[in-house]
């Protein structure tokens, strides 16, 4: 090879490797990778092997010219390609009759006739990652070492690109199916209700902006359902999403929760521990039942929203913070205001857009939509095949005032899919309290007229429990503070006791 030919290879390659660098798409590259080689030794066809390793074997991906190998797969070490793939090492053959490793079976399954062969393996770092071979060439010299070392040297930036090409492809794969996964994640809080099709647009314009959001409504309406949905919406989306029960740890414990505190701060304290400002850096914080939080955290919550910056409990160090805050509750604010419950200038703060989410005993044109999303749902969960609901056990579900709103419905369908017999899920399958407010007479009365009453103390407790929590919710309003004060005890209690009996 003359001087001049070795520069114009020379130039040609830098040429390529920059065009490679700028393909990612797997299909892209193996096409550009195999042109190249054909144009560079002047072949007659150009094939692609890759490494199995779970089966220990070699993948014909692409070929171009007259070699059409399809999806052909031969063992690891078999033929002169598979022995470059697997050893390393480049072959050069002009006569391919004449070597036994010459694997024939190829050229009888694609109809190609291969009388000379130039393979180099692919590398990617210190890993073989597969093979390229070059067929046919129109030299009369046929191929020489210098074209075998110049391969050897192309294999290098072509197997980095084909292996930079398939991680971005499974990324992308992965990254399409979480959004797949995601998307129909927060599909059950789009309805077919006015109500609920104006909150929803206003979560979708006020999310790619970094607005603090004010979520109402009351218990079970799917406040962080909303909050997760404009996080995944919004520019964040890639970054944490935090959520974060103001109700659910003591006042102390939870400034520690929030804040993160330095080592030795308060008895227990042996390290030093970040918060969730600190944890949720670039992404969303969303602070549920924030009606509930003490003065002192409100006090707190305040600087980080004013300052964006905080100090860890036992700190003196400013810590800056890039979340965007969204918080929710199912208090009467204003009533908490005037009472000197909540902080005014931390309500301004946080109420910069206000949403208000149905209950769902007014948007009961979206029961359905929602009773059959929650079939599908947990059908699959539990591998059932998908069930129907029968019309009567529907106009159930369309009747019931739902004090536990969606979350409430929500147990309600997975309770039936657990454990209706057929296929069909029937007024029998739903839970006796949803059939006890209808107007159909209830299927707990017996053929005598009397009410039927769970067999078991345990399930008779916790059947009065369920229908005294019920009733108290709907005097409230919904309002879970206001329900546990007149019942009297702590929010978190009652929390507890609600997710106990279905009702959350």
């Known amino acids: 090879m003359t001087l001049q030919e070795s520069q114009l290879r020379l130039e040609k390659l830098i040429e390529i490797n920059h065009l490679l660098m700028g393909t990612v798409d797997p299909k892209a ?31 014909f991906a692409f070929s171009s010219g007259g070699a059409d190998v399809g999806e052909f797969k031969m063992a690891l070490g078999q033929g002169i390609i598979g022995s470059v793939a697997s050893t390393g090492k480049g072959i050069v053959c002009n006569d391919v ?13 694609t109809g190609f006739n291969t009388q000379s062969l130039l393979c180099a393996p692919l590398k990617y770092g210190a890993h073989y990652i597969g093979a390229i071979e070059v067929l046919n060439t129109n030299h009369p010299a046929g191929f020489t070492e210098d074209d075998l070392k110049f391969l050897n040297t192309f294999g290098g930036p072509a197997g980095a690109a084909i292996e930079r090409a398939l991680i971005f492809s499974s990324t992308e794969n992965a990254k399409n199916a979480l959004e797949e996964v995601v998307q129909n994640h927060f599909r059950f809080i789009i309805g077919q209700s006015k109500t609920m099709t104006q909150v929803i647009d206003i979560a979708r314009r006020v999310a790619p902006m970094k607005t603090t959001v004010l979520l109402l409504g009351e218990s079970g309406t799917g406040k962080e359902v909303m909050a997760r949905a404009i996080h995944q919406w919004s520019p964040r989306s890639a970054n944490p999403f935090i959520a974060v029960n103001c109700v659910a740890l003591t006042s102390e414990l939870m400034e520690s929760e929030l804040f993160g505190h330095e080592k030795g701060a308060f008895t227990g304290a042996f390290a030093q521990k970040k918060g969730k400002f600190e944890l949720g850096q670039g992404g969303t914080i969303f602070l549920d039942e924030i009606g509930d939080l003490s003065a002192s955290l409100q006090t707190r919550l305040l600087r980080v929203l004013q300052e964006r910056e905080f100090q860890r409990v036992g700190g003196s160090k400013n810590i800056q913070t890039d979340v965007r805050i969204l918080a929710a509750t199912n208090r009467d604010l204003k009533l908490a205001l005037k009472k000197g419950d909540f902080r005014k200038d931390l309500y301004y703060r946080l109420n910069v857009v206000s949403m208000t989410l149905p209950p769902l005993r007014e948007r009961q044109e979206d029961i ?6 929650f079939v599908k749902k947990h059908c699959l969960e539990v591998k059932r095949a998908i069930m129907t609901i029968h019309p009567k056990a529907l106009a159930f579900l369309e009747n019931y005032t739902w004090p536990g709103n969606v979350r409430e419905l929500q147990n309600a369908i997975e309770r039936a899919v657990v454990l209706a017999p057929e296929p069909i899920i029937t007024e029998n399958d739903l839970p006796l309290e949803i059939c006890e407010h209808c107007q159909t007479p209830p299927n707990n009365i017996s053929e005598t007229g009397k009410e039927e009453v769970p067999q078991f103390m345990a399930e008779a407790v916790d059947h009065f429990k369920r229908t005294y929590i019920r009733k108290t919710l709907e005097k409230t309003g919904g309002n879970q503070s206001e329900t546990a004060k007149t019942l009297g005890m702590r929010s978190s209690n009652l929390s507890r006791i609600m997710k106990q009996l279905g009702l959350r």
């Open 29 to 59: 590259v193996l096409k550009l990778i195999l042109e190249s080689a054909k144009q560079l030794f002047s072949a007659e066809a150009c094939s692609i092997a890759l490494i199995d390793k779970t089966h220990h074997q070699l993948n």
């Open 97 to 109: 009759s004449t070597d036994p490793r010459f694997f024939k079976e190829v050229d009888q399954e």
């Open 368 to 373: 359905s939509e929602l009773a059959a999303y």
